[in-house]
Each structure stands twice: as structure tokens, then as C-alpha cells.
């Protein structure tokens, strides 16, 4: 049974930065895909990046140029290096994993997920 575990959210004011990880058990990470998706009370869970096993990569359009997403093969870890943080990054981020090869924004294309971490920008 694979597992995730999230770490690394927290409070930060805007412009900060923080760095999310997410621990993989029982998949090795190099044939797994794994994303990044957020959520906010009363809102959708919400893609914001993911990288695949084939190596590619693929972010929602507003946190392109300040997040990146990257992977430690030798621990089965992921990380989500989050820069110049705004207030409507704030929510739950939940990392989540699929075999398939293909990244996709929808939710219901994973089958692993974690319980999430919360991160919250101040203004």
C-alpha cells in the first residue's frame, strides 16, 4: 500500500518562502508521478504542480515562476520549493501519486494521497 506523508507547511508573511515535502512508502519514486494540489473551505482541490517519472514537469500558470517541484530519488521524497509567497497561496497542500506516466490536473487521476499540511501567507 503506498503512503504520503506531507511536511514542511506552515505561516510565513508574503514574500517568504517555504519548502514542502512529501515521504513516498511503498512506490519507488522513480516510476511514480507525483503532484501537488491545494485547497481552500468552500473551494475545489486545486492543481498546482506535479513531475512525472519520465521527468516532466508541469505547474498551474500563477505559481510557474515561483515554485518547483523536485525529487530526491535515494530518499522517495518530494519537495515543493514555494518562493515569494502571496495570501491566495494560502490552503491545505496535499501531495498525491499515480503510476501513470501522464501528468493530469484532475484530482480523481490519482490514487494515493496524503493527509495534507497548511500553509498560510500573511499579508
Known amino acids: 500500500q503506498v503512503q504520503l506523508v506531507e511536511s514542511g507547511g506552515g505561516l510565513v508573511q508574503a514574500g517568504g518562502s517555504l519548502r514542502l515535502s512529501c515521504a513516498i512508502s511503498?512506490?519507488?519514486?522513480?516510476?511514480?508521478?507525483v503532484a501537488w494540489f491545494r485547497q481552500v473551505p468552500g473551494k475545489e482541490r486545486e492543481f498546482v504542480a506535479a513531475?512525472?517519472?519520465?521527468?516532466?514537469?508541469s505547474a498551474k500558470d500563477s505559481v510557474r515562476d515561483r515554485f518547483t517541484i523536485s525529487r530526491d530519488i535515494a530518499k522517495n521524497t518530494v519537495h515543493l520549493q514555494m518562493n515569494s509567497l502571496k495570501p491566495e497561496d494560502t490552503g491545505v497542500y496535499y501531495c498525491?501519486?499515480?503510476?501513470?506516466?501522464?501528468?493530469?490536473?484532475?484530482?480523481?487521476?490519482?490514487?494515493?494521497w496524503g493527509r495534507g499540511t497548511q500553509v498560510t501567507v500573511s499579508s
Open positions: 498525491a501519486g499515480t503510476g501513470q506516466i501522464i501528468i493530469r490536473s484532475q484530482p480523481t487521476s490519482y490514487d494515493a
Open positions: 511503498g512506490r519507488p519514486l522513480r516510476v511514480y508521478t
Open positions: 513531475e512525472s517519472w519520465s521527468g516532466a514537469s
